[in-house]
């Protein structure tokens, strides 16, 4: 029972993990487990130890938060970076694939110019009998 530990240390009140100590009061209760916090009129958040004696519930919620916070922009920020590098990644492979249509076309093009010069080169030899 944690109410046996009424009035002495924090350190002896919290060995027990059930246990809450309320310092304003010097009283160890029983962590109301029903509830995330504990309730006002049972201790002040500034006064409730859990755990550990020397963070209070206050600078406990507070700290949370921010490194909750951290981490919320932090995977924001690899979200938003993931995609930019996906999307850019996506248009370099679109000019890649542009580019070689245009060099495939270029190629089509000169080989029919030389089809069409040879086949010149060949009337006017054959005119000539060059042959």
């Known amino acids: 029972d944690c109410r ?8 002896e009140c919290l ?3 059930t246990c809450l100590w309320c310092a304003s009061s ?3 209760m029983e962590y109301p487990v029903q509830r995330v916090l504990p309730p006002a009129d049972l201790c002040e958040l500034r006064s409730a130890r859990w755990g550990v004696c020397w963070v209070n519930f206050e600078a ?3 700290a949370m938060s921010v490194v909750g916070g951290t981490l919320l922009i932090m995977l924001g920020v690899c979200c938003c970076c993931c995609c930019c590098k996906k999307k ?3 248009q370099v492979s679109g000019d890649d694939e542009r580019a070689a249509r245009e060099r495939e076309k270029r190629r089509m093009r000169q080989e029919e110019r030389r089809a069409e010069m ?3 080169h060949d009337e006017i ?3 000539y009998g060059t042959v």
Request: aromatic letters at 4%; a positive charge.
């Open 26 to 28: 010097g009283r160890c």
């Open 60 to 62: 406990l919620i507070i």
């Open 125 to 127: 030899r054959r005119k």
């Open 118 to 120: 040879k086949s010149r």
């Open 88 to 90: 850019s990644k996506k």
């Open 15 to 17: 060995k027990n993990v």
């Open 4 to 11: 046996q530990y009424t009035n002495r240390s924090c350190e």
